[in-house]
């Protein structure tokens, strides 16, 4: 069984204060991959604002990429492929239990009793009701700037986060996907797409 480390600090469900950079797992999954957060100087750096290492929107945190790492000689391998992106495109749009290893046979649509109405009534996931017939750039997008935000010590949304802009967030990332500077990328967004839609 893979043991998950123990945030340091603690990470309290009310209170945002203690993530993002100045928790050792948040600040691992937002770090760019440009940087090796493993790195004690890294981290210190980014906590105090070092102009050399400013976190911006133009640099993709390791939370996009399986397993959090970037190969430099292959920078789009594994990326949008991280476990927790996927899981939180589940959360938002499938269901919260769609994250479980284990599906029940009916996990897309359930059905409710009403006991004033004594009827039956069926409720559908999002992507079911948004009648999302495939996993499109934007969605993806989407919940890249959700989780960003998410495991961000910023306690309320706000567009700029220091240096980093969550709306030039997602136009990056929809860029990437829509606008692939060659039939090489093309092919490699084709596919990234064909797996998320599988």
């Known amino acids: 069984m893979e043991h998950t480390p123990t945030p340091n600090p603690t990470i309290h469900r009310q209170d945002k204060s203690g993530q ?12 760019p991959v440009d ?6 100087i890294v ?23 399986k397993d959090g790492c970037c190969d430099p000689q292959n920078p789009t391998n594994g990326l949008f492929k991280g476990k927790l992106l996927i899981k939180a495109f589940k959360c938002v749009f499938t269901s919260p239990t769609s994250t479980y290893e284990k599906q029940p046979a009916d ?5 409710v009793w009403n006991k004033n109405s004594g009827k039956c009534h069926t409720w559908h996931d999002v992507s079911t009701l948004l009648n999302m017939r495939s996993i499109q750039p934007q969605a993806i997008a989407y919940v890249s700037v959700q989780l960003r935000f998410a495991l961000s010590s910023m306690g309320s949304w706000h567009i700029i986060d220091d240096e980093f802009n969550h709306q ?17 990328a093309t092919k490699d967004v084709d596919n990234l797409l064909l ?4």
């Open 107 to 111: 996990s897309v649509a359930h059905s």
């Open 20 to 31: 993002g950079f100045y928790n050792d797992m948040t600040g691992g999954l937002l770090c």
């Open 168 to 184: 030039e967030f997602y136009n990056n990332i929809v860029d990437y996907l829509k606008l692939p500077p060659s039939p090489e």
């Open 35 to 40: 940087y090796n957060w493993s790195n004690t």
């Open 195 to 198: 797996w998320w839609n599988q």
């Open 43 to 65: 981290q210190a750096s980014i906590r105090d604002y070092h102009p050399d290492f400013c976190i911006t929107a133009c640099s993709w945190p390791s939370f996009l990429y």
